[in-house]
């Protein structure tokens, strides 16, 4: 499948998902007046959600620039912040997420950071959620269990599905860690065999950047593991990073005028909602994320609310990300010709 086939195949799935959200929102029969719905928002509570966009990618730039400055990288917060907008904006159009992450370490070695110590700050970040978001939606759920049983019922099977599959990364992260050579030989082979079906050229090259990139990142992550503190600080950051993602729910329900349900029972569904979802192999999880607020949330947000609710939540967990992914991407370009034309000499 060509890279141009797999962009058009990925935008489709995003203009499907927004169809999707729209139908939805505008179509319930119990809401008559949707833009009237719209124009009655409590724009407290909208401050609110946009609050929770500008924490959450605030502080996920926040666990990069940690790390780096630690290295003794000269990187600023907003070089930084530009990463992560331009990670969730590639997690968006990319099946199952896959092109984040390298584009943050390609962007990152733009910006002066070595591939390996790029991978690094990326892999931490990714490390961090990962165990927060599973710790986060663990201790929620088993608080509030009566409640989650209440709102899901038969389906609860998918939470633990999806709590067992982003946990998963975890112990094969640590492996990375401490059975290095165990990942070196998988490397190898798998190099071997790219080489057999031609679809590298250069075997004995690709192997040593695979190697130097082990290396670095191995020797980085041991050197982590002995400071405890910069481990804190990165759990820190992905904890008020997500809780502001996933505490969205939180100032949406509240923006329509709900009430009766407790903020940390929203929380709990939307930790639920999150694991069980992220897996999902499409760009953006679309149509696991829209059709499992409706039925996480289809209780919870009454009098025909759920629709534009849903439309709300995922313009603010979503759709900007794209929106201002964009932006960002063009930025880095046009920050990239000032830094080469500043090289050049007079």
């Keep these: 499948m060509t890279s141009k086939l797999k962009k058009f195949l990925s935008f489709l799935f995003i203009a499907a998902s927004v169809t999707a959200v729209l139908f939805i929102a505008f179509s319930n029969a119990e809401l008559k007046d949707a833009w009237g719905t719209i124009a009655q928002l409590d724009m407290l509570w909208v401050a609110g959600i946009f609050g929770c966009w500008v924490v959450c990618t605030f502080f996920d730039g926040m666990n990069y620039w940690c790390y780096l400055r630690r290295e003794k990288f000269k990187i600023s917060i907003g070089r930084t912040i530009n990463v992560a907008l331009i990670g969730y904006y590639y997690s968006n159009i990319t099946p199952s997420a896959a092109g984040g992450q390298p584009m943050q370490v390609n962007s990152l070695r733009k910006a002066g950071i070595p591939v390996g110590y790029g991978t690094m700050a990326v892999t931490i970040r990714f490390f961090a959620n990962q165990f927060i978001i599973c710790m986060m939606s663990l201790v929620l759920f088993l608080f509030n269990r009566s409640f989650a049983y209440e709102q899901l019922g038969g389906v609860i099977w998918v939470v633990r599905v999806g709590w067992l599959i982003n946990f998963s990364v975890i112990p094969l992260i640590m492996l990375a860690t401490w059975k290095r ?4 030989k998988f490397a190898i082979w798998l190099i071997s065999l790219m080489y057999r079906i031609h679809l590298i050229r250069k075997k004995e090259a690709c192997i040593e950047k695979v190697t130097e990139v082990l290396d670095t990142y191995n020797k980085a992550m041991h050197d982590l593991l002995k400071r405890p503190g910069q481990i804190t600080i990165q759990f820190l950051c992905s904890f008020i990073s997500l809780l502001a993602m996933t505490g969205t729910v939180i100032f949406v329900y509240h923006a329509f005028g709900q009430h009766g349900t407790h903020w940390y029972q929203l929380l709990t569904l939307s930790c639920m909602l999150y694991v069980s979802a992220s897996y999902t192999p499409l ?5 696991a994320q829209e059709g499992g607020f409706v039925l ?4 919870i947000f009454l009098n025909g609310t759920i629709g534009m609710a849903l439309l709300t939540w995922r313009f603010f967990t979503f759709y900007i990300f794209l929106i201002v992914g964009v932006g960002m ?5 046009i920050i990239l010709r000032r830094e080469k034309r500043k090289r050049r000499p007079a």
């Design 283 to 287: 760009p953006g999880a679309s149509g």
């Design 181 to 184: 050579n165990w990942i070196q």
């Design 329 to 333: 991407v063009l930025l880095e370009k």
């Design 296 to 299: 996480y949330f289809g209780k």
